[in-house]
């Protein structure tokens, strides 16, 4: 047996970790951290082993299947993509062209040919029925960078190799690896805040491994972050501590800022937060007072009824600060392929609220519904019904509040096609599923998640095993698609299509990749030896761009490349964050958390994920178990307004007294999911079986999966089976 070594960046997680991988040509005998890559700097996680697991998972779909009644069988590629492009051209002939619906999941951020071929499928499909992971994930962070910066994808990052302190809201980078901050080895870097004299404060219902290895946590109440956040804000103009230096020049809105944070001085958010008042005010002196510091918030601040407020207030105490921009602040990166300046260049600098959806009202965001209402537009009769869906690489079904309504509204569609490597909870309800190479068979350059490393890199990874005969990329696959869906319009759109169809093939994502490097800040214009997909090529461990640098005003994406620090749509939602304050906070709300061998659900079918304890159990404090005769280890059932699910409690007092925590990704048990490992070794259960849709952030539409309203009984009592009552809706 030969050995050899392959090189490449792990696309299992945002962290975008370089590994080395050793192989015989068929098999992945090993995989340890690359030294030489510049950003990770051999430092993995137990995910990387993982990347071989996926490829060789016997359950991992080869060829497309089709469904009729519950069996399945494999069909060969015509068959599958003709049926596909029929079925989908039939229900929008005869129910229009918004009858198909499109879900798009997390792993398509992760893979280049699915990011840059998706949008041409969505444009042959012409419908505005389009879903994302986003409005369970970043939303906020997007809607704020659209309104404050002018383009969705210029979300600031904190420079942590320089910073010496650290504000974290909702985040737990210690495990993520960071998100929408690609940190490898984060553990590594807090450490080094503290060894060069820094501090670390974490804002958290839970005392999370990160909060564990701060300075200070500060137990906050699950869904109150904006109140804190406002209430530090209207301290530092109280105080009268702004301090805008440079970015004063090009910064408008400061005034009418503190004009609409009058009303929320520290003694008017401590009730409602659990933080005391004069906790607050230290917490915005110290931060105002600080060198090279950063406020970092993540999916904690997001998935919440005040996500969209949360993310503007945490953007804006950077700004008045004067932390934005600067070294050891929040600052924004300058990718060699920059999906910013390629969408600006088309035109494409997003939009919010052009549109609303058809049943509940909720807003569009660059072209996107919030999924919290997918189910309704799939249930719902009327023009514009959900007839068709398309999913590409998600799990909605685990992924998205309420995924028992929603299961059971796919079960209603005439047609269902997915883009997936496995037959898992959502895919297991489509009519056929068209399985792309795995991501070893495949080329991979982070075209998204340069856009928020904590340092400038580029990384090119070739593929490590060659495709097998009858396998095709996401992007053949999306094109094929695309290209047959336009030929059913008619003689010219096939003809348009055919030609787009070749020119697309030829240049592939390497291709594209190519063009965007050649035309970025490093690129031709950088001398004979510019940016390129062949200069890539020759440096397999990557190529070190150097540290983050100031790069505002010329970074904005605003009309006049100003920051705008007090966006009146965003503004104005202050009032329904005031009223929230005599609001009586629920006896227990759950919240969510992330593990580090799991990334959402995708990786429960690998063994060397899931092997030890079950780890899927409702953590609760000692005190409010004890309140409710509840014992540690027993089956408990834990109730929502959605429903009910049955789970082992183990006690834990890292979390604040009131709240409660269930792992997300779980629930593997359904019937016809074809994942071997997870339904024998991990099936737990699926939180957003508890999650409220009806319940969301009405400024983004965001859905909420943090705070949410639960009770919680022993599993062996008898109890009143009927659904909790329906929220309070936001005034």
Same mark, same amino acid.
């Given at each position: ?527 004979? &030896?510019?940016?390129?997909?062949? +200069?890539?090529?020759?440096?397999? *461990?990557? !190529? @070190?761009?150097?540290? $983050? #640098?100031? =790069? ?103 979390? &604040?007294?009131?709240?409660?925590? +269930?792992?997300?990704?779980?629930? *593997?048990? !359904? @019937?016809?999911?074809? $994942? #071997?490992? =997870? ?53």
């Amino acid at each position: 047996m030969t050995k050899a070594t392959h090189h490449r960046t792990c696309n299992l997680c945002e962290a975008m970790c370089g590994v080395v991988i050793e192989h015989d040509g068929r098999e992945v005998l090993g995989v340890r951290g690359d030294p030489d890559d510049p950003l990770s700097r051999g430092h993995i996680c137990p995910k990387a082993v993982a990347l071989g697991e996926v490829h060789r998972d016997p359950d991992r779909l080869r060829r497309p299947q089709r469904r009729t009644g519950r069996d399945w069988s494999d069909v060969d590629w015509k068959t599958a993509l003709d049926v596909c492009a029929d079925r989908l051209h039939e229900v929008q002939a005869k129910y229009g062209r918004h009858a198909v619906g499109v879900y798009i999941g997390n792993p398509s951020v992760h893979n280049a040919g699915t990011l840059l071929f998706a949008g041409g499928f969505l444009k042959a499909l012409r419908s505005f029925n389009r879903y994302s992971a986003t409005s369970v994930d970043q939303l906020p962070h997007m809607l704020a960078a659209y309104e404050m910066f002018g383009h969705p994808l210029l979300m600031p990052v904190p420079d942590i190799d320089r910073c010496r302190h650290l504000l974290i809201f909702g985040a737990n980078p210690v495990v993520s690896n960071g998100s929408i901050m690609s940190a490898p080895d984060v553990k590594k870097r807090l450490k080094a805040i503290k060894a060069r004299g820094g501090r670390i404060i974490v804002v958290d219902p839970r005392r999370s491994e990160t909060a564990e290895l701060a300075d200070e946590h500060i137990a906050i109440r699950p869904g109150t972050d904006a109140l804190l956040l406002a209430a530090m804000l209207h301290t530092i103009y109280a105080e009268e501590r702004i301090a805008l230096g440079r970015l004063r020049g090009f910064t408008d809105g400061v005034d009418q800022l503190g004009a609409s944070l009058r009303g929320f001085a520290p003694e008017t958010a401590s009730e409602a937060t659990g933080v005391p008042a004069e906790t607050i005010r230290r917490l915005a002196r110290d931060f105002a007072a600080a060198e090279a510091a950063a406020a970092y918030g993540r999916i904690g601040i997001c998935v919440q009824r005040f996500g969209g407020l949360s993310a503007w207030l945490l953007y804006a105490l950077n700004i008045v600060t004067g932390k934005l921009d600067a070294p050891g602040g929040l600052m924004f990166t300058r990718p060699a392929a920059d999906l910013v300046k390629a969408a600006a260049a088309f035109g494409e600098r997003g939009h919010f609220d052009k549109g609303r959806s058809r049943v509940r009202g909720l807003p569009e965001f660059n072209g996107e519904y919030p999924v919290s209402t997918l189910a309704d537009e799939i249930e719902t009769p009327g023009e514009g019904q959900i007839r068709a869906l398309v999913t590409i690489a998600g799990n909605p079904v685990l992924s998205t509040p309420n995924g028992r309504r929603l299961s059971k509204a796919m079960e209603k569609l005439d047609f269902m096609v997915s883009v997936d490597l496995f037959r898992n909870e959502t895919t297991r309800h489509a009519h056929v599923i068209l399985p792309p190479t795995s991501t070893l068979q495949q080329s991979h350059y982070d075209v998204a998640f340069n856009l928020f490393a904590i340092r400038n890199v580029a990384k090119y990874s070739p593929p490590l095993f060659p495709r097998e005969k009858g396998e095709k990329h996401d992007w053949e696959i999306l094109l094929e698609l695309t290209t047959r869906i336009a030929a059913r319009r008619g003689p010219r759109a096939a003809v348009a299509s055919r030609l787009a169809h070749i020119g697309a093939s030829r240049l592939g994502p390497d291709g594209i990749l190519d063009q965007m490097l050649r035309w970025g800040p490093y690129g031709a214009k950088s001398g004979r &030896r510019g940016m390129s997909l062949r +200069l890539l090529k020759t440096h397999p *461990h990557g !190529l @070190d761009l150097g540290p $983050l #640098e100031p =790069a505002l005003p010329e970074r904005l994406m605003t009309r006049r490349k100003r920051v705008a620090l007090s966006p009146p749509r965003i503004a104005t939602d202050l009032r329904r964050l005031a009223a929230f304050r005599e609001e009586a906070p629920p006896a227990l709300s759950l919240i969510g958390r992330r593990e580090l061998r799991t990334n959402n659900s995708w990786l429960h079918n690998s063994p060397s994920m899931v092997k030890g304890p079950a780890r899927c159990r409702l953590w609760m404090h000692p005190e409010d178990a004890t309140a409710r005769g509840l014992r540690d280890g027993a089956d408990v059932v834990v109730r929502s307004r959605t429903g009910e699910v049955t789970v082992p409690l183990a006690f834990d007092d890292s979390l &604040r007294p009131g709240v409660v925590s +269930l792992p997300h990704g779980y629930g *593997h048990d !359904l @019937d016809d999911v074809a $994942l #071997e490992v =997870a339904r024998r070794q991990a099936p737990g259960v699926s939180v957003n079986d508890l999650t409220d849709e009806t319940v969301v952030d009405e400024l983004s539409g965001t859905a909420v999966l943090n705070g949410v309203p639960v009770e919680v009984s022993a599993a062996a009592a008898p109890t009143d089976r009927s659904p909790l009552p329906v929220a309070t809706p936001d005034p």
